[in-house]
């Protein structure tokens, strides 16, 4: 379900900090349960999220369907001809990675690609930590960011959210951003959030 965005902006998240040029798009909670323990913890949790977004690309869903489109599409408009290479808007950056202190690169762990087999988008790793990771994408149309976290509920038990930060490229990208929000909300974040949830609870018996 989508939660509010200004109570993950008061979250202490590193984003929150290298990425106050961008515009938090969505936010969502992914609908788990875990205790925090040394196998329910956010690094289990983030294999489990990669791998879920890789069988996702195999299998025929509405999601594939729509990344499949958007390669054709990209053959008409130019979407994806430059990727991971162009400058952050409105900077000279072109990866938020250069905004983290030394610091941060020693504390962050091995993150890994995001890749989808259909068109050349590749989310590239910025960090990952005990509790939060970030990955990024550059394009013609938009610089992305997205990030998951980690967060206590209730006092009770751990779970996770998805946040998705974004700075378009000028009216293209603001075009672009307009025309897909419908199927950013219906399609694609439900079923992503509903497949984690699945492979979280599949994950979960197997350890019983």
Known sequence: MMIDKETH?????????????????DVWEIPIAANNSKTENFQAFY???????KKMQTKTTLVSILFTLRFWMDKIFPLDRNINILPIPGCRETSVKS??????????????AIKDKNTVLEFRPVYLFEDESLHELSNDTVHGLIHVGWIKKNDNYYTATLAIYVIPRGIYGKVYLKLIEPFRHHIVYPVMTKAMKAQWQEYLLSKD
């Open 99 to 112: 905004r983290l202190s030394s610091q941060d690169l020693e504390k962050s762990k091995v993150g890994m």
């Open 9 to 25: 902006s008061a979250r202490p998240w590193k984003v929150n900090e290298i990425g106050k040029d961008f515009i938090l798009w």
């Open 47 to 53: 294999r489990i999220a990669f791998e879920t977004f």
